[in-house]
């Protein structure tokens, strides 16, 4: 009896042991992934909600960090923290400040950190194609360990859709042949999951339809562990076109989306929804499993057609069939141009709804429609269109618009506030700001804020920096109210005389000074001996000097555009020359960073599957993005450029070459002989289905030094 007594003893301590071990095993791994400097100096304790508001302390014990947490979501919030605060140490989408410290920095007195905002959201549709198309495993464990330390809990994740539909398809007697056609190519299943096309970049392969199955559970699984709750792809009626072949009477057609047909969608009262809604609902439970709160999916995205259509009761039937898989599910619909309709909202249980609004920094809708007809929301920002290179974001209106919305009217709908950039990329200031929002609850000061930022992102404090960065907020991260969108490219933009955007919705205009801004430029490159070995120094060096580089070339468009004006074949000479001579220029500074190449986003591609076919659809899919986008049947598509990179290769390859065309009709046309013009509609088709045979051009320091000199003289 004693021996039995004493080895349940061993066994329960065991259990206990065991238990605590595993207490938290996501934050655990993030830490040995990305600090193993402070693998065996974190301690982890579980920390009761105080009336259902997250919190943690953080306080140092025996030469030991002491995370307390309500969760494990909120763990890695404390622990990016104290990295950043008391470290000065930083993760981000432009590079990583994560070198071992000397010591531990010790924290003298308990600081306890209340969440005041529940819901942390990222993720915008675009994001999944325009960054993150050729993503594989590795890719996705810096994502995530991103996401978990910047507090983001709920993550948009709709990979791994294809095998859901391919099996939900065939059981309504869909051919192979007819959901190939449905499915499109692994660049643009964010317009398919959002009912603007099928098929456009397919048909992939089987292969590469349970590699994505595979990868979305292995995310899924690492997603839990960091306490992320996903918003997958709910049912909300789209259905591929061939099913009218069988049900014509059950789908309404939903017209065109630019110059592709959309999807049909199912009508809600036909007996067809509700089969198929609980047949592709089975699938996702078959394949990812049952544990699931948040489901998105829009109807009439972006101007889909209503037809005949009740759309109160379109938007009951989504709500019900989710409701009756997954009962007390959300879902969650983008407040994006116009959506969601409001007849959409007015039969829907609104506790079962989250709108995210997705252009705070720039419109109230959530103020204009009083919170959406009553409607829970995050306030979110898009702030980068088709990941296109370019400084932009209103640091002071966003920190103004999220201290007006959490105190205004509305402030009882507001559940949290999110990112929702179209590529990501890009301007990791804007998206640690937001993401520091539910720390306080107080509006941000932005150049306190700033202050703590540049620390935590170069390593140390950094005088000539902060000034440079108090100029920055002047000129490229300005709060000017008209101007939405980043400053594109004019390097980037299909050449013509009369160049005003370079996507058929943005804008090359400034709106910053750009000779202050230059000057900001110097400032933070006086701190270059200080932060040689900063790999988010580098990054942030060669953004903005790609930045003053592209305010250079917008001066040299507009000299040479006065020169045809002027019918002036000398001058035009000269100023064409020197515009090509700056785009050149911005190609050799690029081609010495990783990350402004073209190079790194096809070498994505190109291993990206397991097949020859999958990886020449996935090169042929990443060209075809940057560039024509689609469709190749038409040249007057609007989405041309749509994701236009300023990138090295890019630039020298592709975009040279189209000016170049430009400079010799016009060299002719200024001494009066008509010639017809370029076809750069065919050029980019063209340079989509070639190999891209680029040398970059490698400089030595003193070479980089001259350079970097010429571009601020």
């Not at 529940?118 to 999944?128: E, G, I, K, M, V």
């Not at 040398?695 to 980089?704: F, I, K, S, Y």
Request: net charge neutral.
């Amino acid at each position: 009896m004693k021996k039995n007594t004493l080895f349940l003893l061993f066994f329960l301590c065991s259990t206990i042991v065991t238990m605590a071990d595993n207490s938290m095993a996501g934050v655990r791994g993030l830490i040995m992934r990305r600090v193993p400097w402070l693998q065996e100096k974190v301690v982890l304790e579980p920390l009761p909600a105080a009336d259902k508001t997250e919190l943690f302390t953080l306080s140092t014990r025996d030469s030991k960090l002491v995370i307390q947490a309500s969760g494990d979501n909120v763990a890695c919030m404390a622990l990016n923290y104290y990295l950043e605060n008391y470290c000065h140490r930083s993760m981000s989408h432009m590079g990583d400040n994560l070198k071992p410290v000397q010591s531990l920095p010790e924290i003298k007195e308990p600081l306890t950190k209340h969440i005041e905002l529940p819901l942390r959201y990222a993720l915008n549709y675009c994001t999944f194609n325009y960054t993150m198309s050729f993503y594989q495993w590795q890719d996705w464990e810096h994502e995530l360990d991103w996401m978990a330390l910047h507090g983001v809990n709920l993550m948009l994740m709709p990979l791994g859709m294809e095998k859901v539909w391919q099996n939900t398809l065939r059981k309504f007697g869909c051919t192979d042949a007819q959901i190939r056609n449905f499915i499109p190519g692994p660049g643009y299943t964010a317009w398919w999951l959002m009912g603007n096309l099928e098929g456009w970049g397919g048909p992939v392969s089987q292969d590469f339809i349970d590699a994505q199955s595979r990868l979305g559970r292995r995310i899924l699984d690492r997603m839990a562990t960091l306490g992320i709750q996903p918003v997958l792809q709910g049912f909300y009626g789209m259905v591929s076109r061939s099913i009218r072949d069988r049900y014509p009477n059950a789908v309404m057609p939903q017209g065109m989306w630019g110059f592709f047909e959309r999807p049909d969608i199912l009508k809600p009262t036909e007996k067809l929804f509700d089969e198929m809604a609980d047949t592709y609902y089975r699938e996702i439970k078959k394949h990812y499993g049952t544990g699931f709160h948040y489901f998105g999916g829009d109807l009439f995205h972006e101007g889909g057609q209503t037809g005949t259509l009740n759309v109160a009761d379109c938007g009951l039937a989504v709500q019900k069939a989710m409701q009756r898989n997954f009962p007390s599910s959300t879902w969650v619909l983008q407040g994006w141009s116009g959506n969601p309709n409001p007849l959409l909202l007015t039969k829907l249980d609104r506790k079962k709804v989250l709108v995210v609004d997705l252009f705070g920094e720039n419109d109230e809708a959530w103020n204009r429609t009083k919170a959406y007809q009553g409607t829970p929301f995050l306030w979110c920002i898009v702030s980068n269109f088709g990941e296109q290179c370019g400084m932009y974001g209103k640091l002071q209106r966003i920190a103004l618009q999220i201290d007006k919305v959490r105190k205004g009217d509305y402030k009882a709908y507001l559940k949290g506030v999110g990112i929702m950039p179209e590529g990501i990329n890009n301007n990791p200031v804007v998206y640690d700001m937001v993401l520091h929002a539910p720390l306080t609850d107080r509006k941000i000061n932005v150049e306190a804020w700033l202050k703590s930022y540049i620390t935590y992102r170069y390593g140390s404090y950094n005088a000539d920096i902060y000034a440079a960065w108090l100029i920055f907020l002047q000129t490229i991260y300005a709060s000017v109210p008209e101007k939405y969108g980043l400053p594109e490219s004019v390097f980037c933009a299909r050449p013509g005389v009369k160049v005003t955007q370079t996507s058929s919705w943005g804008v090359r205009a400034r709106y910053y000074d750009m000779d202050f801004f230059k000057e900001g430029v110097r400032l933070f490159l006086k701190a270059k001996t200080s932060f040689e070995d900063s790999e988010t120094y580098a990054y942030d060096m060669f953004d903005l000097l790609r930045q003053v580089q592209s305010d250079k070339g917008n001066r040299a468009y507009d000299d040479m555009i006065a020169a045809i004006d002027a019918k002036n074949p000398d001058r035009f000479e000269q100023t064409s020359d020197r515009f090509l001579h700056e785009l050149l220029r911005q190609d050799t500074l690029l081609a010495q960073s990783k990350g402004f190449t073209l190079e790194r986003w096809l070498g994505q591609a190109s291993r990206f599957g397991k097949t020859v076919y999958d990886r020449d659809l996935a090169l042929k899919n990443a060209k075809m993005q940057l560039t024509f986008w689609g469709p190749d049947w038409n040249p007057t598509t609007t989405v041309h450029d749509y994701a236009a990179k300023e990138w090295a290769g890019m630039l020298r390859t592709l975009y040279y070459e189209e000016w170049k065309m430009f400079v010799e009709a016009w060299k002719k046309r200024v001494r009066g002989t008509e010639t017809i013009e370029p076809d750069y509609y065919g050029y980019q088709i063209s340079w989509c289905k070639k190999p891209v045979v680029y040398d970059p051009p490698r400089l030595d320091r003193a070479q980089m030094e001259a350079l970097i000199a010429e571009i601020l003289r």
